[in-house]
């Protein structure tokens, strides 16, 4: 297959969600990573999601909508706290988890009976998502296990001959996928996977927010995940990840510079000073710029040979947790204390 490149114009958004209605697969730009997209209700174009991404079957998809109105074609049910919360964040980074409406294929949910619901903000996915007239299932443009692509080049890098088209949106702004939450009770939200839409942001909308603890600790094999996207490795390099708790930046350097070598990089924030003698790369000092940069980062080690990788950690509050998790989990939650 031939993948075609598109770009935002009238034309070409017209020829992606022709694709799309005809249940071919496209990949476009959101506000956090690029999407893989696939008509919601069509079985089959889903099922050509799971096998270009080799994705496993059990990992539902998000469907992403242009409209609030079309919650109610999706979701069996809205409770009022999914209602306000909507409400303050979409079109955004929130994803959903709610009953869903049989006429949504199981496939798509991964066999669950709820679905993760979000509207984009980003003006090519919902331009696209108008067009095409059907809801859009979506998970990162990946190969399974790969970190999310954040260019439309890292989509080629991955899925070039596989999907039919990719529209080019540039850089995404967010850099980390969307917060996905379900709801425990009628007034509490449970943040499933942390994103840029913090736990601190939801508060105010809820009556308790709760994060599930898979968000800073790897499942126990026997343990059922609250969602099935927690139980599988992600986001990872090439390069081994070593996220290196330290006391300071001394600390950290004095370690790094102990296991120098062919192949070690260290990943640092914007405002640090050099290690010598390693090569280091930096993602940011805020949370929201570490999300930004953390997988362009991971691409950009890849393609320069990194075998090894340290890392300084990221804090835990705010939108740092989305960053935080995603280490954790490229480097499968094993960390150096010094
Ligand atoms: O920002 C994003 O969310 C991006 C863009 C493209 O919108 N999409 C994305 O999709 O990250 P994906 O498939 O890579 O991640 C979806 C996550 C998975 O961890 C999945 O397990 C979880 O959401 N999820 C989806 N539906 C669910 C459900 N019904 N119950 C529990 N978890 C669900
Ligand atoms: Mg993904």
């Not at 330290?246 to 062919?262: C, K, L, R, T």
């Amino acid at each position: 297959m031939n993948t075609l490149l598109l770009y935002d114009t009238p034309e070409d958004i017209a020829t992606a969600a022709d694709l799309i209605r005809r249940g071919e697969l496209v990949a476009f730009p959101t506000e956090t990573v690029y999407g893989l997209g696939a008509d919601a209700c069509n079985a089959d174009a889903v099922r050509s999601v799971f096998a270009a991404k080799g994705r496993p079957a059990d990992n539902p998809l998000i469907v992403h909508i242009a409209d609030i109105r079309q919650l109610e074609d999706i979701a069996a049910e809205v409770p009022p706290i999914a209602r306000r919360l909507a409400e303050a964040f979409w079109p955004g980074p929130l994803t959903m988890v709610l009953p869903k409406l049989p006429h949504i294929p199981d496939v798509t949910s991964g066999g669950l009976d709820t679905v993760g619901i979000r509207m984009p903000q980003h003006p090519m996915a919902r331009a696209l998502i108008r067009a095409a007239g059907c809801p859009i299932a979506a998970p990162s443009a990946n190969r399974s296990g790969r970190p999310s692509p954040t260019t439309a080049k890292h989509v080629m890098d991955d899925m070039d001959g596989r999907i039919a088209a990719v529209l080019e949106g540039g850089l995404c702004e967010g850099g980390v996928e969307s917060t996905v939450i379900c709801f425990d009770d009628a007034e509490t939200a449970h943040i499933l996977r942390p994103g840029l839409i913090s736990a601190e942001d939801l508060a105010p909308y809820c009556g308790a927010v709760r994060i599930d603890p898979a968000v800073y600790e790897r499942l126990a094999p026997d343990a059922k995940a609250a969602s099935p996207g927690m139980k599988y490795k992600h986001y990872a390099p090439k390069a081994k990840i070593t996220p290196v708790e330290a006391p300071s930046f001394a600390a950290f350097s004095d370690y790094v510079q102990a296991h120098a070598g062919d192949g070690v990089y260290c990943l640092l924030y914007g405002s640090d000073p050099d290690v010598p003698g390693i090569p280091c790369v930096r993602y940011g000092d805020s949370g929201r710029e570490q999300a930004h940069y953390l997988f362009l980062r991971f691409r950009e080690l890849d393609e320069a040979g990194a075998s090894q990788v340290y890392v300084r950690i990221p804090r835990q509050d705010g939108a740092s947790l989305s960053v935080y998790n995603r280490l954790m989990r490229a480097a499968g939650f094993e960390v150096i204390s010094l």
